[in-house]
């Protein structure tokens, strides 16, 4: 685990790449999006919730049970989930998720409109931002970015 090497560093962080594709409203039930957004939720219940949509896929139940039908949105949506655990359980660090974009990528053949520099520019930001050193809790951690700025997870 890399988190014990991270709090030795003097501004640890953590950037998430996730996507538009992990945005809330892949949900159908508001159930399932009360779930992922509590700020109670922890690491051991996300795995649940990550199992129990493999399970209802498998089962071919998750259409009834309100899961989309996209396990890249689902493994997106789990990152950004797990990006805002992380940030609550630990306090000094900056963690966050980032949506690059539809970058020109062998994974979709290069039909992406974003050119990878500029998807990886935001990412950069992230890492190489001021972290507050002040004590009135104002630090960027838990946070959901894309295009140099930070948008709900919504989308909305």
Not at 57 to 80: A, D, F, R
Request: with cysteine; net charge negative.
């Amino acid at each position: 685990e890399c988190l014990p090497l991270l709090k030795q560093a003097d501004s640890p962080r953590i950037i998430n790449v996730a996507s538009a594709a992990g945005r809330l409203t892949i949900l159908r039930s508001q159930e399932l999006v009360d779930k992922f957004t509590s700020n109670t939720l922890t690491e051991p219940q996300l795995s649940t919730l990550m199992e129990q949509f493999v399970n209802d896929v498998q089962n071919g139940t998750h259409e009834e049970k309100g899961w989309p039908n996209t396990c890249y949105g689902m493994s997106k949506l789990g990152i950004i989930a797990l990006t805002k655990i992380l940030a609550r359980e630990n306090e000094g660090f900056l963690i966050n998720s980032v949506d690059p974009g539809y970058c020109k990528t062998d994974q979709n053949n290069n039909q992406g409109t974003v050119d990878p520099a500029d998807g990886a520019y935001t990412p950069y930001l992230l890492a190489l931002m001021e972290q507050d050193d002040e004590d009135d809790g104002e630090d960027m951690s838990g946070l959901h970015f894309y295009d140099q700025q930070e948008i709900p997870w919504s989308y909305q």
